[in-house]
Structure formats: C-alpha cells, structure tokens
C-alpha cells in the first residue's frame, strides 16, 4: 500500500510538472502533416508545445489529434490562433496557397507573428513570401531540412535557415524540437539555395550508388558484401551506408519496404527541376546534375512517381530486365 501510495504521488507531481511545461510554452501552427511534417508536428508536442494543425486532407490530421493537438480547417483558423507557425509543404504553388489564398496564413495573421516554411521550393518563392507576410507585419523564415523521414521521427533533422538573422534566435527554439542541426544560411532564399545544392548531391549519389550496387551484382557478388566493402571505402556515401536502395541490404529503409514512405520520386524530380533553373539563371554548368533530373522525369513517367527516389535502383534493373528478354 506505501509502496502504491508513493507512485501515486510520483505520477501527480510528474503530471504537474508536465502541465506546467505544457502551459509555459506558447501554442506552435503547424500547416502540412504529410510524411514528414507529421513527425516534426510530434516532436513539437512531445517538447510540451501545444500544436494549432492543419492539412488538406483531414485523415492525415487523426493521429495528431488523437496526441493532443487541436485541428482547424484551414490555415487561416491557425494564424488566428498562434503567432509562431511552421510549414511543411510538396511544392511552391503550395506554399503560395497556404499563404496567401483566399484562406492563407496571411489572411488572418497577428503582427509579429513568425512564420517559418520548411518545404523546400524556390528561392524566388520564399523572397516573394517574405515581402508578404512584411507588409502584415509578420516575419517569414525558410528553413528547408534534409535527413528524410528517419530523421523527422526521431528528432535528427538538420535545418537551413533564411531569413532576419535577428530572427534566428527565435525560430533555433523551435527548429531545435525537430532537428539536431540548425544552421542559419544567410538572407531569405538561402537557406532554400543550400537544400536545393544538397538534393542534387543527394540525387547524383544515389543514381551513382544504385548504378554500382547493380554492377557488382550482375558481376556475382552479394549485395551486402558489396555494401561492406564500399562502406569501409572511398565509395562510402550516405545513400550506400545508411539509405541503401538494394533490398535486403539494410533495415528500416524504403528499399526493405517495396520503396514505400520516405522522399517521394516525384517529390526529388520537384526538387531538381528547381535545381536546374537556379543554374541556368546562374550560367551554371549542372551536367551530372541535368542528367538526374532526366532519370528521375522518367521514373515519374514510367509509374514510379509515388515510390521512395531510391527505387532508382529498381528502375534500372528494370531497363536490364527488358534488354535481357
């Protein structure tokens, strides 16, 4: 009976203590709870931030509600609610959407108010959002992530941050929630400039780790070997070490799950094709990363548009398939 006596006060003072946390910390937006905006979401609850969501399909909202957050229509209803707001949307006519539709943020959003978009779009987008949501009297911060859904779930993200550098501060507390990096890039636009950079490494290193996956194979060797070898090598990259894209080599990857969750194909060919017109309006040579988005316009175009972008390795092994027959 003591004994019971004494977790119970334990478990009363613990749950004090939370809702303490919980009413010290001003209530988060959060606009977007697809495969990587819900986690994100998550982290923010389980760091006692009470979360105001949103997303355009309500069956995405379930989870997050059955956590404790509160779910409104749209994103006008959470600018009305909360003065700190994170967005993580697919693509920049979204973000535009989201923003500054007949129901945006920017409708009903508070002077003051801080509004950072993790989508990752174009520089020219996010500027554009900027000025906006200044003349409401609000600030408006890109900090696009990498580290994929993984990453989301456990808090790992790393964030590139645009925007007032006076500003950082403030958006760090809450981007430290979410991400184990936050670093902030320079004026508004360059924290999208250096994930657009990192996709198109990320793109290349991934067609290049698929392509030589497939050749050792074909060349009799076993993929997991093969994978040990290049990971103790000067081969080593992040999409052969920790994002394999042959089956059966790692575990709690798409590759392992038919290519299922993770960054969508058509999501990477998004991002290359942003990558792309920065270069050209940049007069910069681009070849391999040119070649690419070819590779990943294709997928999209031969049904692997909603797989994980290293289906790229199924997709060539597909090509030989057929070249075989």
Known sequence: MICNYRVSICLTLALQGLHRSMASKTQVGFIGLGNMGKPMAK?????????????????????????????????????DQTDRIVTMLPSSPNVIEVYTGPNGIL???????????????????SKEMAVAAEKMGAVFMDAPVSGGVGAASSGKLTFMVGGVEEEFTAAQELLTCMGANVVYCGAVGTGQAAKICNNM???????????????????????????????????????????????????????????QGGFGTQLM???????????TNTKTPVPLGSLAHQIYRMMCARGYAGKDFSSVFQFLREDEDKEGQ
């Open 43 to 79: 982290n923010l609850l389980k760091h006692g931030y009470p979360v105001v969501a949103t997303d355009v399909f309500p069956e995405s909202c379930k989870e997050l509600q059955e956590l404790g957050a509160q779910i409104v229509d749209n994103p006008a209803e959470v600018a």
């Open 107 to 125: 409708k009903k959003v508070k002077k003051g108010s801080l509004l950072i978009d993790s989508s990752t779009i174009d520089p020219a987008v």
């Open 201 to 259: 490494l990320l793109a290349i290193g991934m067609i290049g780790t698929s392509e030589t996956m497939n050749l050792g194979i074909r060349l009799g060797l076993d993929p997991k070997l093969l994978a040990k070898i290049l990971n103790m090598s000067s081969g080593r990259c992040w999409s052969s070490d920790t994002y394999n894209p042959v089956p059966g080599v790692m575990e709690g990857v798409p590759s392992g799950n038919n290519y």
């Open 269 to 279: 060919a998004k991002d290359l094709g942003l990558a792309q017109t920065t270069a």
